[in-house]
C-alpha cells in the first residue's frame, strides 16, 4: 500500500544535482526495467523507457527531471571555509544554518553546514537585511586550506542534507529535498509498474523521459523530445503553491490537497487548451482531483519540449510543493497519488481523445 | 470598582513620590487584611494571614507610580524645563494640561508649532507664571508632575483615562482582597514603587518577604486597532495570563494552573506574550533562593498617553483571578513534577 | 575524545528552551549518574549539582554552566494549523526560513518554518528580512487538532541531530552552552571525592539567553554561596567575519578572559596551570561586558572572585553551532587540574 511512499523516499535521499545525475539514473534504470520494451540513455544523460503501443507510429512523452538544485564549490579559503554557488535557482534565505552533503575527492560523502557571520556581530543595517549568498559558507570542519584540499576542490557538487519525513493530520504531508522533482519520477515509475502489472497496452507508443538539467536551464529535455519525436508529451513538475495564510487568495497557485495543478500559462509556455481540457475531462469522469493553476508563474521543461523540432502539443501537471527548492520541501500523499492516477488515466484513454483532438 | 479606580487615578503619584497614594490605598485596604505597613523604600505591603501551619508566601504586586516627569530648570521667563521618568510618551504628552505633585496646574507644549519629531528639550511647561520669581513661588525644581488624570465610562464596557497604568492593578488588588475568602497561604499585596524606573520598589520588597510566588498585576498592551499587525492581547477577551514578557518568562507550569483555575471558576483569559515591556514579576523571580513568578495582565489601549482604555469585564476578571489564586491552598499553586513533553 | 562527544551529543538532544530547563531533570539525572553526588532543581529551573571532597570545611568552588538555549514560543495558532511564534533569547532569524523545528506541546509536534515563495517577493522587501513575529510554522494539521495539540505558550527547539565533520568538529543545537557542560560532565565522571580540594557545585543555570537581570544564575548563587567561581560559555570561532582580536580559534583551546569583572590573580592562576600542564589555552582580553554571568557573579552577595573561561564556537543561536571536541577535552583536563590544586583560594586576596 505504501511502496509509492517508499519509492518517493528512496528517490529524494539520492545525490542529483544538475550535471551529477549518474547515481539518480542508475537508480531509475533498475526500477524501470522490468517495466519497459526499450531502455536508452542519450549523449546527454537522459534515461528514456519506451513501451509498445497498439500504434507504434506516434509516440507520447511523459517527462520529469531527475536532477535538483544544489551548490558548487567555487573557491576554498584560506580558512578551510568553502565559498560557493547555488546549481538551480536556491533563495539565500533558505541556505543559512542548514546541513549539506559534500561530494569530495574519491566520491566520498562529506557533511557540512552552512553558516554566516555572528548576528551578534552584525551591525543593526545588517542585521535588517536578508542574508545574501555572498555572505555564506561551506563548513566541513577542515582546519585551514591545505586541510580542506586534501578532502574538496573547486568544482565538487554538494546538496542538502535532508530526511524524508511524514507529518501533519494523518502524515499525509511529506517533508524531503528534492521533492522538484522526484515526484514526478516517482509517479512516472508508478505509472510504468503499474501499467506492466495490469498488462495494459497503450493506444500509443509511451517514452517516459528522464531528463537532466532541468534546474540550470540547460534542459535535457530538450534533446530528448528531438530524439523521441512525440506528438504530445506531459511534463511532470512541482510548483510553489504558496497556499499559505498571508497570501491573498488570487496570488496563491493553488491549494494542497486538491490534486496535480495544471498550467494554462506560465512564463515559458501557453498550453495545448484541448489537451489540458481532455486532462480536466479525465479528472472529472474518474473522480481524480486535479486544480488549474491561479497564477502566471514559473517555467519547466514543458518549455523546451514544445518548441522542439516541428512542435509538440504540451501539458504541465504539478505537485503542489510548499518551500519549493529549500530543504524542506512538502508535498501532500492526495496529489502524489491522485497524480499518478491521472496520468494512468490519461494513457489509457489517449486514443479515444486523439480521434477528437481539434486545435 | 469604578469609583475606587476613579479615586486612585485622582492621586498623582511620579515615580519616587508614591506615599500620597500608598495612604489612601491603606485606607482602602486596611479593613480586608490582617496587616498594613510602608517599607524602607515606601512600598506599602498589605499582609494577610493564612490559616495553614505551614503556609507558603505569596505576593501579588501592582505598582502605585506612574509615568511622569520632573522639573529641572525654571527659565528666567517662567517656564520650566523637565526631563523623563519612565517611559513616558512625548507625543502622548504633547498640548496637554498636566498637574504638579504640589498641586500646580500646568500646560506641556513644544516650543515650535513645526515639529515632526518632538524631543524633550524642545518642550516646555507653562504654568502661567510670568517670570522665575513667580514660578518659584508654585513649583521648585525637582518636583514632579504628570498629565492631568481622569477617568470616564465610555460606551459599553469601556473605561478610559490616565492613569491606568497603574491604578487599575491597585484596584484589582483592593478588589480582590475584599472578595477574597480566608487563604490558607500568607498573602502579601505589595503595592510597589518606582516599578517604572526599573523595578526597583519590588525587589527590595520580594527580598525582605522571601515570596515563594509571585505575581505581577499590571496593564498589557493590547494591541488590537486597525492598523496593529501582531495582536498581543485584546480587550474584552478576559484577564490576560502572562505567558512572558521582555523581563521575564514565567514559570509554565504556573501559567497552565492559572489557566485550569480560571476556566474552572469561570474566569473569562486570555494569554499574554509580549515582545516588549517588563513588570515587576522579573525582580519578585530573583529574591533569595527565588520565587514561582507569572503575571494577571489587563490588556489596556494606549499605554502611558491621556486617554488608556480598559475593558470593564477584564478588569472584574482579573480580580476574580486574584482572588481565586490567593485562595488556592498550600501546594497547588504549582502541581509538581516537570512540565512537558 | 569519543566519551566528550557522547556526553555532548546527549545534552544536546535535552530540550531546554529557556524557561523550560526543568522538564530536563530526569534526563540529566540519568546521564550524570554517579558523576556528582545530589542533583536537586530549584524554582528557576537551575539544576544544582554538588560533589563533595568530604573534608570537613573544604571551600565551594562554583562552576556555572547555562544550561538554557535560544528557542521560541507559539503565540497563536491560525488557519490551516500555521503557528506564530516569538523568539526566547536571540534566536538567529537568518536560518530560520525552510527550518524544521520541534514544537513541544500536549505531544512533540514536527513543522517546518514557512518560507515565501519567490514569486511573491515583493521587489522593495527582498533584501529584508521577515521579522520573527511574521513568520509561521506550517505543522500539517487542521487548526482544530492544532489548538488540541499546541497550547499558546508551548516552547519550540530547532530538529537537529548532531553531524560530525572533520577534525573532531561538532555541530548541532544547543552548543551554546552544552559544549561546556559537556566539560565539566567529562571532568567530573571519574574524579574521585580524594583528589578534590574543593566541594564542587555545578550549575546549571536557566535563563542565561533571556534574563538581564541574570535571574537565574543569581538565584543559583544565592543558595550555593560559593568561595570563588568559574563561568563557562561559549565564545566567536574566528573565520569569515570574525577576524582577529575579535574571537579565538577553533581548535586552539579554551578561552580564558582577562577583564575588569573578574578576578585577576585567580585567572592568571589559571593560566599557569594551564600552560604548565601543556594544556593549550587562548587569551581573551574583554575590557567591558563578557556578556556572560561572569558580568553578574562578582557583585552577588558579598563578592564572588570569578574566572571567565570559553570554548570556541561558530554559528551561534543557529541550529548549526559548530565546537571542536578536542577544545571540549582541553578544557575538561584544565577544569580537572584546578578542582584538584588546593592553592587557588590564596589567590582570593591578591
Known amino acids: 500500500m505504501n511502496r509509492d511512499i517508499e519509492l518517493l523516499r528512496r528517490l529524494c535521499l539520492l545525490f542529483g544535482p544538475s550535471g551529477c545525475e549518474g547515481e539518480v539514473r542508475s537508480a531509475i534504470r533498475e526500477s524501470i526495467r522490468p517495466c519497459v520494451d526499450e531502455l536508452e540513455q542519450d549523449k546527454l544523460g537522459n534515461l528514456i523507457g519506451y513501451v509498445d503501443g ?62 554566516a557571520k555572528p548576528i551578534h556581530l552584525q551591525s543593526k543595517e545588517e542585521r535588517e537585511k536578508a542574508t545574501t549568498r555572498k555572505s555564506l559558507y561551506i563548513d566541513i570542519g577542515a582546519s585551514d586550506r591545505a586541510d580542506a584540499q586534501r578532502l574538496v576542490s573547486v568544482g565538487d557538487f554538494a546538496v542538502f542534507d535532508s530526511d524524508f519525513v ?155 510543493t510548499r518551500y519549493l527548492h529549500s530543504a524542506s520541501c512538502v508535498a501532500d500523499l492526495a496529489d502524489y497519488r491522485a497524480m499518478q492516477k491521472l496520468v494512468y488515466e490519461m494513457i489509457v484513454g489517449f486514443g479515444r481523445y486523439l480521434a477528437k483532438e481539434d486545435m | 470598582m469604578y469609583q475606587t479606580l476613579k479615586e486612585l487615578c485622582r492621586i498623582s503619584a511620579v515615580s519616587g513620590n508614591e506615599r500620597a497614594l500608598g495612604e489612601k490605598i491603606r485606607t482602602l485596604i486596611a479593613p480586608h487584611v490582617t496587616q498594613c505597613h510602608f517599607d524602607t523604600l515606601g512600598n506599602l505591603i498589605a499582609y494577610r494571614k493564612g490559616r495553614a501551619a505551614q503556609p507558603e508566601r505569596v505576593i501579588f504586586a501592582a505598582h502605585m507610580d506612574e509615568v511622569g516627569f520632573l522639573v529641572n530648570f525654571i527659565e528666567e521667563s517662567g517656564f520650566l524645563r523637565f526631563a523623563p521618568l519612565g517611559g513616558a510618551s512625548l507625543t502622548a504628552a504633547l498640548y496637554s494640561p498636566v498637574v504638579f505633585a504640589g498641586g500646580c496646574r500646568g500646560l506641556l507644549l513644544p516650543e515650535t508649532e513645526s515639529l515632526s519629531k518632538p524631543s524633550i528639550e524642545h518642550c516646555y511647561v507653562d504654568i502661567g507664571a510670568k517670570n522665575a520669581k513667580e514660578a518659584a513661588k508654585r513649583v521648585r525644581v525637582g518636583e514632579t508632575f504628570s498629565l492631568a488624570p481622569s477617568l470616564s465610562a465610555l460606551t459599553g464596557s469601556r473605561w478610559a483615562g490616565r492613569p491606568l497604568d497603574d491604578r487599575v492593578g491597585c484596584a ?4 480582590a482582597a475584599r472578595q477574597m475568602a480566608e487563604p490558607e497561604n500568607d498573602v502579601y499585596f505589595v503595592f510597589s514603587v518606582q516599578e517604572e524606573v526599573g523595578c526597583r520598589g519590588a525587589r527590595t520588597a520580594a527580598y525582605a518577604i522571601r515570596p515563594d510566588y509571585g505575581f505581577a498585576v499590571d496593564v498589557t498592551t493590547a494591541a488590537d486597532q486597525p492598523a496593529d499587525k501582531v495582536s498581543v492581547t485584546k480587550l474584552g477577551d478576559g484577564a490576560a495570563i502572562k505567558v512572558k514578557d521582555n523581563s521575564v518568562i514565567c514559570d509554565s507550569r504556573l501559567v497552565a494552573r492559572m489557566g485550569e483555575l480560571a476556566r474552572a471558576r469561570g474566569i473569562r483569559c486570555q494569554y499574554e506574550v509580549l515582545t516588549a515591556g517588563g513588570t515587576d514579576a522579573s525582580v519578585i523571580q530573583l529574591a533569595g533562593s527565588g520565587a514561582v513568578v507569572g503575571g494577571i495582565s489587563i490588556p489596556t489601549r494606549n499605554i502611558h498617553s491621556a486617554v488608556e482604555a480598559v475593558d470593564k469585564g477584564d478588569v472584574l476578571a482579573a480580580a476574580k483571578l486574584v482572588a481565586a489564586l490567593a485562595e488556592c491552598p498550600t501546594g497547588q499553586l504549582v502541581e509538581g513534577g516537570e512540565g512537558r513533553a | 575524545m569519543e566519551q566528550y562527544k557522547r556526553l555532548l551529543r546527549a545534552l544536546s538532544g535535552m530540550m531546554s528552551v529557556s524557561g523550560q530547563e526543568r522538564t530536563t531533570t530526569r534526563a540529566l539525572q540519568e546521564l550524570l549518574g554517579t558523576a556528582v553526588d545530589t542533583l536537586t532543581c530549584d524554582r528557576l529551573g537551575n539544576h544544582l549539582c554538588l560533589k563533595r571532597c568530604g573534608r570537613a570545611g573544604a571551600p565551594l568552588l562554583m562552576i556555572d554552566t547555562h544550561f538554557d538555549q535560544v528557542g521560541m514560543v507559539v503565540t497563536g495558532v491560525g488557519e490551516d494549523g500555521f503557528l506564530s511564534v516569538s523568539n526566547i533569547g536571540g534566536v538567529d532569524p537568518r536560518l530560520l526560513p525552510a527550518a524544521e523545528v520541534c514544537v513541544w506541546g500536549r505531544e512533540c509536534v514536527y513543522g517546518v518554518v514557512a518560507s515565501t515563495p519567490p514569486h511573491l517577493q515583493r521587489a522593495d522587501s527582498a533584501d529584508k528580512l521577515r521579522p520573527m513575529d511574521t513568520l509561521l510554522i506550517d505543522t500539517g494539521y487542521s487548526r482544530a487538532r492544532a489548538e488540541e495539540l499546541i497550547p499558546i505558550g508551548s516552547p519550540v527547539s530547532f530538529r537537529t541531530a548532531v553531524v560530525e565533520l572533520a577534525n573532531d568538529r561538532l555541530a548541532g543545537q544547543g552548543f551554546d552552552n552544552k559544549a ?23 550549575v546549571l543555570s536557566a535563563f542565561e539567553e533571556t534574563s538581564r537581570l541574570s535571574a537565574g544564575v543569581t538565584v543559583g548563587a544565592f543558595q550555593v554561596r560559593p568561595e570563588l567561581a568559574l563561568v563557562l560559555d561559549v565564545n566567536f570561532a574566528q573565520g569569515p567575519g570574525v577576524e582577529p582580536p575579535a574571537g579565538i580559534k577553533m581548535g586552539g583551546g579554551p578561552g580564558v578572559t582577562l577583564s575588569p569583572m573578574t578576578h585577576r590573580a585567580l585567572t592568571r592562576r589559571v593560566m599557569a596551570v594551564a600552560a604548565s600542564s601543556g594544556i593549550p589555552y587562548q587569551t581573551v582580553a574583554e575590557a567591558a561586558s563578557t556578556g556572560t554571568h561572569s558580568n553578574t557573579l562578582p557583585l552577588l552577595l558579598e563578592g564572588i572572585p570569578t574566572v571567565d573561561m570559553s570554548l570556541p564556537l561558530s554559528g551561534m543561536h543557529t541550529a548549526v553551532e559548530c565546537v571542536s571536541a578536542a ?9 580537572r587540574l584546578l578542582i584538584c590544586d588546593s592553592t587557588l583560594t590564596e589567590e582570593v586576596y591578591q
Not at chain 1, 54 to 66: C, G, K, P, V, W
Not at chain 1, 208 to 223: H, I, L, P, Q, Y
Open chain 2, 172 to 175: 484589582v488588588l483592593i478588589e
Open chain 3, 327 to 335: 577544545d571540549g577535552v582541553a578544557l575538561s583536563k584544565l577544569l
Open chain 1, 166 to 320: 511524514r507529518f501533519g493530520e494523518a502524515e499525509r504531508r511529506m517533508k524531503g529535498k528534492a521533492i522538484d522533482d522526484r515526484l514526478g519520477c516517482a509517479v512516472m515509475i508508478s505509472v510504468l509498474e503499474r501499467l506492466r502489472a495490469e498488462g495494459t497496452v497503450p493506444p500509443v507508443r509511451l517514452a517516459f523521459a528522464f531528463t537532466v538539467r532541468e534546474e540550470v536551464g540547460f534542459s535535457g529535455a530538450k534533446t530528448a523530445a528531438y530524439r523521441i519525436n512525440p506528438s504530445h508529451a506531459v511534463a511532470l513538475e512541482s510548483t510553489a503553491i504558496a497556499d499559505l495564510p498571508d497570501v491573498s487568495a488570487h496570488e496563491r497557485v493553488g491549494d494542497m490537497g486538491r490534486g496535480g495543478v495544471l498550467s494554462l500559462a506560465d512564463k515559458g509556455a501557453l498550453y495545448c487548451r484541448a489537451f489540458v481540457g481532455y486532462a480536466l475531462s479525465v479528472g472529472r469522469e474518474k473522480d481524480i482531483p486535479v486544480q488549474l493553476k491561479r497564477y502566471v508563474s514559473g517555467g519547466n521543461d514543458a518549455r523546451h519540449i514544445q518548441q522542439s523540432a516541428a512542435g509538440v502539443r504540451v501539458l504541465a501537471l504539478s505537485a503542489p
Open chain 3, 180 to 202: 561546556t557542560a559537556a566539560a565539566v560532565l567529562h571532568a567530573l565522571s571519574g574524579l574521585s571525592a580524594r583528589e578534590m580540594a574543593y566541594d564542587v557545585a555545578w
Open chain 1, 54 to 115: 497498439a500504434d507504434n507510429s506516434r509516440t507520447l512523452m511523459i517527462a520529469a527531471h531527475m536532477d535538483e538544485v544544489g551548490m558548487m564549490i567555487t573557491n576554498i579559503e584560506s580558512s578551510g571555509q568553502l565559498r560557493f554557488d547555488t546549481v538551480g535557482g536556491i533563495d539565500a534565505a533558505v541556505l543559512c544554518g542548514k546541513r549539506v552533503v559534500v561530494w569530495g575527492h574519491d566520491r566520498t560523502r562529506l557533511p557540512g553546514i552552512i553558516s
